[in-house]
T-cell receptor
Framework: ETGVTQSPTHLIKTRGQQVTLRCSSQ?????VSWYQQALGQGPQFIFQ???????GRGNFPPRFSGLQFPNYSSELNVNALELDDSALYLC????????????FGNGTRLTVT | AQRVTQPEKLLSVFKGAPVELKCNYS??????LFWYVQYSRQRLQLLLR??SRESIKGFTADLNKGETSFHLKKPFAQEEDSAMYYC???????????FGAGTRLTVKP
């Protein structure tokens, strides 16, 4: 069983640029969610995708967008990067169903300068 | 609005001592509550959830709706329990999982 994998592990971008982060879900999982974790804070929910449709969104502006593909892998896109976007971005997948536990990846550390 | 508060950023106990990690929440409906743990150099993983009413690695947590709390307890802490612990809440029929800021537990020998 392959776990959740995220790429890249680290990334440095300049303010105003755009970034795409990638996530491969755990085998058999059809639901993926993304979280932003700032230093010293808990993960903050960005959005969730189920079968390629967004079915939940946290308090993040539209410049945070996502995609889920038929193989259930996923992307997080952030446009017009701001310094405050510097954080660890976590992807989590699960089997569909509210009671299923989340399986997290190791995250992508994004630094915006 | 849903909110999770973990009042202690750091908690240190000696091996064999009881440990309690506090979690308070605010939510007007029926919440689902979880504890996630992150050991050193490992990914975040589910420890337990209130709906299962189970004990994992000796840890238990009881949902107290009157006090809106979901404290994590273990009667005898072990050094391998040292980790970062996050309390999380999901509202019923909602995909938004809210995490607390986390408590770093250190168990000293």
């Amino acid at each position: 069983e392959t776990g959740v994998t995220q790429s890249p592990t680290h990334l440095i971008k300049t303010r105003g640029q755009q970034v795409t982060l990638r996530c491969s879900s755990q085998s058999g999982h059809n639901t993926v969610s993304w979280y932003q974790q700032a230093l010293g804070q808990g993960p903050q929910f960005i959005f969730q995708y189920y079968r390629e449709e967004e079915n939940g969104r946290g308090n993040f502006p539209p410049r945070f967008s996502g995609l889920q593909f038929p193989n259930y892998s996923s992307e997080l896109n952030v446009n017009a990067l701001e310094l405050d976007d510097s954080a660890l971005y976590l992807c989590a997948s699960k089997q569909g169903g509210d009671n299923s536990p989340l399986h997290f990846g190791n995250g992508t550390r994004l630094t915006v300068t | 609005a849903q909110r999770v508060t973990q009042p202690e950023k750091l908690l240190s106990v000696f091996k064999g001592a009881p440990v309690e990690l506090k979690c308070n929440y605010s939510y007007s409906g029926s919440p689902e509550l979880f504890w996630y743990v992150q050991y050193s150099r490992q990914r975040l993983q589910l420890l337990l959830r209130h709906i299962s009413r189970e004990s994992i690695k000796g840890f238990t947590a009881d949902l107290n709706k009157g006090e809106t709390s979901f404290h994590l307890k273990k009667p005898f802490a072990q050094e391998e329990d040292s980790a970062m612990y996050y309390c999380a809440l999901r509202a019923y029929n909602n995909n938004d999982m809210r995490f607390g800021a986390g408590t770093r537990l250190t168990v000293k020998p």
